[in-house]
């Protein structure tokens, strides 16, 4: 009750499943821990001020106790006409069938690799440098924003635009047609800032789009103000890859594997590797998904909706392409 009160802003009544994933993921972690750990070797009686629910990380048999004493809980209180539903209801469903796992992605080192291979393209005549920077504009495109392939097709610079967060500070968002239609916005952070404008100068453009602009994101050799087919932009990805395996071939057998992975991925396994890396990097769960636009697990609710600038901040600390 004090995590749903302090830490969501939320009466039990207004819990859903998805705040039940974040707090097992909170369970792991409690942040901010002076909120919520006490301090190594000491205790407190539940009056005293310094006290804390938490001693630390609970181990996984005390994460499984408590997920028992919450469903208990919440049962009782659906049974006895205080909740509308138990959110942990699906979680339980869920554990009779094989849990989903995303495998097409690429792990930290062959990420690596794949940029290793892009920074190793020759830039001694302007079609070089223009192949090279397209190359990293487009993975930086991937994998910062986590896009799909269609997300990319067709879209423009124009739909970039910087708005001021309640701190005053101008932030850069790229607004973003998804599937069915949907449209969301995703954090245009400084670091895929600037490989736009590294990209719109070796095309002769000025460094930042204008809302609205009609310049294709992503463009053809040659200038040609036209945008890429998904197939073109597979067949960039495709290349890519190959040339990372042809890389990764050399070091020896050890890699034999990393070449298998690498050669067989597509352009789609970027947005997996950036959903992964993401959440690896500890990024907000909430803010994960509404960077890719995947649809919720439980039935809408406005309450879901994370920060926008919050979501912004964190996004452009915690995941980076470091070039």
Not at 151 to 159: F, R
Not at 205 to 220: A, F, K, S, V
């Amino acid at each position: 009750m004090l995590w749903s009160t302090i830490q969501m802003g939320k009466p039990l009544s207004s819990l859903t499943h998805e705040d039940w994933l974040v707090y097992q993921a909170f369970l792991l972690d409690p942040q901010p821990r002076e909120r919520w750990v006490t301090s190594e070797g000491r205790k407190f009686p539940r009056s005293h001020p310094d006290w804390k629910p938490f001693a630390g990380p609970l181990l996984p048999a005390s994460q499984r106790q408590a997920g028992v004493i919450l469903n208990s809980m919440f049962s009782w209180l659906v049974n006895a006409g205080y909740l509308a539903g138990n959110p942990l209801a699906l979680s339980r469903e869920r554990k009779r069938r094989p849990p989903p796992r995303v495998t097409r992605y690429l792990d930290e080192e062959i990420w690596r690799a794949v940029k290793d291979t892009v920074d190793a393209l020759p830039r001694e005549t302007n079609r070089e440098r223009e192949h090279y920077f397209r190359f990293r504009w487009l993975i930086s495109l991937f994998y910062i924003c986590g896009l799909r392939i269609s997300e990319i097709s067709g879209a423009t610079m124009g739909a970039f635009f910087t708005r001021r967060d309640r701190s005053g500070e101008q932030r850069w968002w790229l607004e973003v047609m998804g599937k069915g239609d949907k449209i969301r916005i995703v954090p245009a952070t400084g670091e895929l800032m600037e490989e736009l404008s590294r990209y719109r100068r070796e095309l002769g453009l000025p460094l930042y789009p204008i809302q609205g602009e009609p310049t294709p994101l992503l463009l053809p050799i040659g200038g040609k103000m036209r945008s890429l087919s998904r197939g073109g932009i597979h067949e960039i990805v495709k290349h890519l890859f190959a040339a990372t395996g042809q890389r990764l071939r050399l070091r020896g057998v050890d890699y034999a594997n990393d070449v298998l992975r690498v050669e067989r991925a597509s352009a789609h396994w970027l947005r997996h590797t950036a959903g992964s890396h993401m959440a690896n990097n500890a990024v907000d769960l909430r803010h994960v998904r509404d960077n890719l636009g995947h649809q919720s697990i439980s039935t809408t609710n406005t309450y879901l909706h994370s920060s926008d600038d919050a979501r912004h901040v964190e996004t452009e600390e915690k995941h980076k392409i470091g070039w």
